[in-house]
């Protein structure tokens, strides 16, 4: 699949089915359960392009997801341009998952399956089934 740059996706966790969303009192990435199929506006982020196959997720808030060692943050930029911590490598598994790798500490975004709460950037890699939280499947939303 194709990077989907400059579109609005929601993230899926193909572990358990949780959305990642924008948690803005604390600015955190979580992972949040899927209740009855309704989408919440905080599970969706703008694709940007940094080139190389490089992204930022930026959250409908206009924080974007960044790397603050091993925990997943909203940062509010002020007007200026994603740096390495908001930088992410957009890898695209045989199986149509996603993985997100940071640059800053080269770990992949994961979840904690069937435990809402904090998205860490603690993954290595992919787990054989795809289950461990660190796979995730996209699409595009209006």
Known sequence: REIPLGKTIVLTSGADASFLAAE??????VN???AGGALPQSAKFQVMD???GRVALQASTGRFVSAAGEAAV???LAGKPPGVAESFQWVNLMRGDTMLLSLTNHRYLA???NAPGPVTVT???PTPARKGG???QWRAVE
């Not at 803005?24 to 990435?29: G, S």
């Open 123 to 125: 993954a290595t890699g």
């Open 74 to 76: 909203l940062k509010d």
């Open 32 to 34: 949040v359960a899927a």
């Open 24 to 29: 803005t009192q604390e600015n955190t990435l």
């Open 111 to 113: 979840t904690q399956p």
């Open 134 to 136: 660190e796979c995730f």
């Open 50 to 52: 940094l080139g190389s």
